[in-house]
């Protein structure tokens, strides 16, 4: 009875040890999951498909969900396994499966890229029986604060405004996309026309690929930031080249609606 007593005492005062049936088992880890940019790239003629979304891992199981950038357009389901070393994933939804191997190095958590081979039969998508290599980069969450730059209208008379703020990314629960919440303000004191005075963000990130809906102080949505481009390491986003651009629009305010680009930096 002593020697029960004492077993008892032991087992109270270290409470981080497991005594009796007790659960010390961990939650297992989910080194795939993730928003993820895949590049599919074909032998024949170097043609390339991007597809852009998010991985979920649980256990050796793989899901998720990406769309395609061109030729496939929707959103396609990923299944797939992963025992540690060897991946296989496939892409579907298209009207055509896209099957994905890659064998990892032992104990890799595959932290930011993953390489390997992919097959496709002839399908509804693009049609035909394709192989090659694809390439996959993981694109870290943007979180926050940020600061950085709005530039409206063009040549001698563009405005730079600067602009701080916030970010956050919503959960990854498997879909083609996330939500992006957050705060804009402009931190520029000599502006004539104030576009960015408490203003919210709603948005929505698949891979480096994010549009944002800008509202002002009484709910009504005063702008968008269009086609952005968020850095793989999640260290800034930008609409500076290619189709990306911020509009605004104040005509009710007194201000003129407006174009441009911005450019923001974390932290």
Request: glycine share 16%; aromatic share 6%; with cysteine.
């Amino acid at each position: 009875m002593r020697l029960l007593t004492v077993a008892l005492l032991l087992c109270l005062s270290i409470g981080t040890l497991s005594c009796g049936s007790g659960n010390s088992s961990s939650t297992a880890a989910a080194p795939l999951s993730g928003n993820w940019q895949i590049t599919l790239v074909r032998h024949a003629n170097t043609e390339q498909f991007t597809f852009s979304g998010f991985l979920l891992q649980s256990g050796d199981n793989i899901t998720g969900s990406v769309t395609l950038s061109a030729g496939c357009e929707g959103v396609g389901s990923v299944t797939g396994t992963f025992d540690g070393q060897n991946l296989q994933l496939t892409i579907g939804g298209f009207g055509q499966d896209f099957s994905l191997t890659a064998a990892l190095p032992s104990g890799s958590a595959a932290d930011t890229t993953i390489a390997g081979q992919f097959s496709t039969l002839a399908g509804g998508c693009i049609g035909f029986t394709s192989t090659g290599t694809w390439t996959a980069v993981r694109v870290q969450p943007l979180a926050g604060p940020f600061h950085g730059s709005v530039v409206l209208g063009t040549g001698i008379t563009a405005t730079t405004i600067d602009v701080a703020g916030t970010m956050t990314q919503g959960p990854n629960i498997g879909a083609s996309n996330a939500t992006l919440t957050g705060t804009l303000n402009e931190t520029s004191t000599n502006l004539f026309c104030s576009y960015f005075s408490n203003v919210t963000i709603a948005g929505l990130i698949g891979g480096p690929n994010a549009n944002l809906n800008l509202y002002g102080y009484d709910g009504s949505q005063i702008g968008q930031i269009s086609s952005a481009t968020v850095a793989t390491d999640g260290t800034s986003l930008t609409t500076v080249g290619g189709s990306g651009v911020i509009s605004v629009n104040k005509l009710s305010g007194g201000c003129p609606a407006q174009t441009g680009s911005i450019t923001i930096t974390f932290p």
